[in-house]
Each structure stands twice: as C-alpha cells, then as structure tokens.
C-alpha cells in the first residue's frame, strides 16, 4: 500500500492508523535516560550515526523526537530540535551562527532577554558587535551589513509593538552576501507563517505561546535545514545540555494536536477584539497586523497566512490613575506576562520599564503609561468585548 501524504490538520493529530507501539493511540512517555544495546557489535552500529540513533536521552528521546518530527514537517524545515524554552532555542539558534568578533544586525524591538542576550552577554563577553535597525525596509539591513556580519536577527511580528520585516527580502539579500539569518516566528506560529521557504535559515519559537498553548509547558524549538541542525546537535545542543524532558515533549504533542484550530480560534476572536477596541472612543490605537489600518498591513498579507491574538494598543490617558482602574477592573482577562494560552491576559509595559529607567528614559523610548499589551485567548469572543467595554467605561 503507497504510503498517503496527510495535510497539517491531519497529521497534527495523528500519524495514520497504528502508527505508536502496540497500537497505543497515543504514544507513551519514554522516562528513560539511556538505551540498552543487545551486543558489542550493536553499540558499534549505533555509534554510526551518533547524531540520530536512540543512545542516551540528553541527545534523543523518542517522545522529544516525535514531536520535533511534526514541528519540522509544518515549518518545511529539514529538521528540527526541542530546547526546554524559548530563550535556550533563541541562544543555541544565535551561538551557532557566530563567533568572537562577528557583527549581528538585530531588530530593535526583539524580546527583550534576547536582546540582553546580545547587548549584556555576547557583546561584553565575546566582543561581538551589534546594530539595531527598526527592520522596516531591505536597505536598512544592506546599510548596516559589515565585513564581519554574521548574522541577521529578525523578529517578525514582533512581540512588543508587532512590527514586520520583509521575510523574503531580508532572506535573499543576506544569501547574497552570505549572511546567516535567524527569525523569531513565535507570534504567527507555524501555522501562520512558513519562514524557511521564504528562505530564512533558522526559525525559532517559544513553545511555551502558541505551540504550547495551554499554559502549563516551558519550552523552545529551532527548526532549519538538517545540515545547521546537526551542528548544533554536536555543539549548542550536546556540549550546553539543554535538553528538553519527555514530559513537557509530551505536553507539546498533545497540545499540536489542536494547533490549528486553536490558532483559527485565536484570529477570530482577536479580531473581534482589535475592530472593537479600534472604534472605542478611549483608545488612542491599536496595532495588530489583521486591521486595515496598521501601516504593514499589506507586507503582513503577503507573508502570513492569518493572525494570532496578541496585540497591544493605546488608551487616551496619561492619568496613571485612571489607567490603573482599567487594568485593574478586567474581570476576564487575567494579568501576567506570557501569551498564546487558552487564557486571556493583559500586560502594561510601562510597568516592567518604570522599575528600569528613569522618566525621562521612559518618555525617550516612545512608550506611553497607556499602552497595554493582550493575548486574546480561546473564550466567547462577546465576553471579552463585554469585559473590556465594563473595564473602559472606569477610565
Ligand atoms: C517573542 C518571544 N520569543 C521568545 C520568548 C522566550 O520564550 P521562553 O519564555 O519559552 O524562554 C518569548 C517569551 O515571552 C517571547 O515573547
């Protein structure tokens, strides 16, 4: 029988009829550290092709292996690696693109510990020299290139105010110059959005957003071609042991296999949410990239597939006072600071960045006491309109 080829939806969920050991719908959890061999001759096969054989779990564990398996074949990646987060996939991604002295163009608004990455670790400890663009065109990246650029680092949407870099464009400029090129893909999912056959070399994700999606799972993944993952296999992955446990991988096998409609779930009502708060006459603006009016609309179309639900926008008050009633009066929407659960949360950047800077600082930055940051999650879509309408109606 010729094996059938399944979209996403299907083998999301499962891989066809029996395809876990003795018929179990869904695989076990291997909670071991090693695998035993028969023979000498045996463990002298193995040792082959140390790089994919089952050997000792800090390299490969089948339940850690199945889902990377199912991550890679939604990306188009050639292969792909689970990290136990977001920022141990983002640091193995960065680490195996560069050396000492190398020069990194990175976009201004990245998460920020993968900024203080660059800016407070690899830049004083290992020299390596940084410029920050806004990302918004080709040519910004063209005139930042250096002879000793190494790498470009895109973060698109980005978390902190959604902006978008040209995925294609950044991609082919750097193979011309032989420039590696690295994107944080986390806010579209891989749903959403298909970075390396725009032609980006690594694609990383926080899995503990949308991936994950319930909330209770920390950890990361760098998808890319089998060549780039197999060094990092020796390297970034093996020497650093950040290795995932077959527990959380199997957290994240369950929840792929609701990504899709989860992700479906999440524009909808993200939606609903960005037109309400876009014509409320306490809202300044709102940036999500599936609006009409957000200035990359048109780029956003051409490179993703749909939006997921998180967003930020304005209110129009300075009154720290009257802010704070709205954050605090939300009824449904929790307060934290991650995204891409279940759950709806809100976020006030300005808390994180007062504790930081001073005002002056702060005012320099362009963030206002207003701006509010929310992951729109899987609830009734009115209930959410209903608990920010009652939450405005206090500013
Ligand atoms: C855009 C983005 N990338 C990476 C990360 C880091 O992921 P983790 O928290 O799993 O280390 C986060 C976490 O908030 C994030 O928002």
């Given at each position: 029988m010729k094996k059938m080829n399944f979209k996403p939806e299907t083998y999301l969920v499962h891989d066809g009829k029996k395809s876990h050991s003795k018929g179990a719908v869904v695989p076990p959890i291997y909670q071991n550290s090693l695998f035993t061999k028969e023979s000498w001759d045996e463990v002298d096969k193995t040792f082959d092709d140390r790089i994919n054989n089952l050997i000792y779990s800090r390299g490969h564990n089948p339940s850690v292996r199945v889902v990377e398996e199912k991550i890679a074949k939604l990306s188009g990646g050639e292969k792909a690696h689970l990290f136990p987060s977001g920022m141990a996939a983002i640091s193995a991604a960065i680490l195996s693109c560069i050396k000492t002295g190398d020069h990194i163009v990175a976009i201004k608004n990245i998460y920020g510990p993968a900024n203080n990455l660059l800016q407070n670790y690899l830049k004083p400890k290992f020299g390596i020299e940084i410029t920050y663009i806004s990302g918004n065109n080709v040519e910004e990246f063209e005139k930042s290139i250096r002879k000793n650029t190494a790498l470009f680092y895109l973060e698109s949407?980005?978390?902190?105010?959604m902006s978008l870099q040209d995925i294609k464009g950044v991609s082919q400029l750097a193979k011309s110059k032989g420039i590696k090129t690295i994107i944080d893909n986390t806010w579209a999912s891989p749903i959403f959005q298909k970075p390396i056959a725009m032609g980006i070399d690594l694609e990383v994700h926080s899995c503990s957003k949308y991936i994950g999606g319930h909330s209770d799972v920390i950890a990361g993944v760098v998808i890319g071609k089998k060549k780039d993952l197999d060094l990092i296999f020796v390297r970034e992955f093996e020497l650093l042991g950040a290795k995932t446990a077959p527990f959380e991988a199997w957290l994240i096998l369950r929840s792929l296999r609701t990504l899709s409609i989860r992700m479906e779930r999440h524009q909808k009502n993200a939606m609903v949410v960005a037109e309400f708060l876009e014509s409320?006459?306490?809202?300044?603006k709102v940036n999500y990239p599936?609006?009409?009016?957000?200035?990359?609309y048109e780029l956003g179309k051409e490179q993703m597939t749909g939006y997921s639900g998180l967003m930020s926008f304005q209110l129009r008050t300075d009154d720290l006072e009257k802010i704070k009633a709205f954050f605090n009066g939300l009824q449904l929407f929790q307060i934290g600071v991650?995204?891409?659960?279940?759950e709806s949360l809100i976020y006030a950047p300005a808390i994180s960045y007062l504790k930081e800077l001073s005002e002056d600082q702060f005012k320099g930055m362009g963030i206002s006491l207003g701006d509010m940051r929310i992951s729109v999650g899987l609830e009734d879509p009115q209930d959410l309109v209903n608990d920010l309408q009652q939450a405005l109606n206090l500013v």
């Amino acid at each position: 029988m010729k094996k059938m080829n399944f979209k996403p939806e299907t083998y999301l969920v499962h891989d066809g009829k029996k395809s876990h050991s003795k018929g179990a719908v869904v695989p076990p959890i291997y909670q071991n550290s090693l695998f035993t061999k028969e023979s000498w001759d045996e463990v002298d096969k193995t040792f082959d092709d140390r790089i994919n054989n089952l050997i000792y779990s800090r390299g490969h564990n089948p339940s850690v292996r199945v889902v990377e398996e199912k991550i890679a074949k939604l990306s188009g990646g050639e292969k792909a690696h689970l990290f136990p987060s977001g920022m141990a996939a983002i640091s193995a991604a960065i680490l195996s693109c560069i050396k000492t002295g190398d020069h990194i163009v990175a976009i201004k608004n990245i998460y920020g510990p993968a900024n203080n990455l660059l800016q407070n670790y690899l830049k004083p400890k290992f020299g390596i020299e940084i410029t920050y663009i806004s990302g918004n065109n080709v040519e910004e990246f063209e005139k930042s290139i250096r002879k000793n650029t190494a790498l470009f680092y895109l973060e698109s949407p980005s978390s902190v105010v959604m902006s978008l870099q040209d995925i294609k464009g950044v991609s082919q400029l750097a193979k011309s110059k032989g420039i590696k090129t690295i994107i944080d893909n986390t806010w579209a999912s891989p749903i959403f959005q298909k970075p390396i056959a725009m032609g980006i070399d690594l694609e990383v994700h926080s899995c503990s957003k949308y991936i994950g999606g319930h909330s209770d799972v920390i950890a990361g993944v760098v998808i890319g071609k089998k060549k780039d993952l197999d060094l990092i296999f020796v390297r970034e992955f093996e020497l650093l042991g950040a290795k995932t446990a077959p527990f959380e991988a199997w957290l994240i096998l369950r929840s792929l296999r609701t990504l899709s409609i989860r992700m479906e779930r999440h524009q909808k009502n993200a939606m609903v949410v960005a037109e309400f708060l876009e014509s409320h006459p306490k809202i300044e603006k709102v940036n999500y990239p599936g609006l009409k009016s957000f200035p990359q609309y048109e780029l956003g179309k051409e490179q993703m597939t749909g939006y997921s639900g998180l967003m930020s926008f304005q209110l129009r008050t300075d009154d720290l006072e009257k802010i704070k009633a709205f954050f605090n009066g939300l009824q449904l929407f929790q307060i934290g600071v991650s995204w891409g659960g279940h759950e709806s949360l809100i976020y006030a950047p300005a808390i994180s960045y007062l504790k930081e800077l001073s005002e002056d600082q702060f005012k320099g930055m362009g963030i206002s006491l207003g701006d509010m940051r929310i992951s729109v999650g899987l609830e009734d879509p009115q209930d959410l309109v209903n608990d920010l309408q009652q939450a405005l109606n206090l500013v």
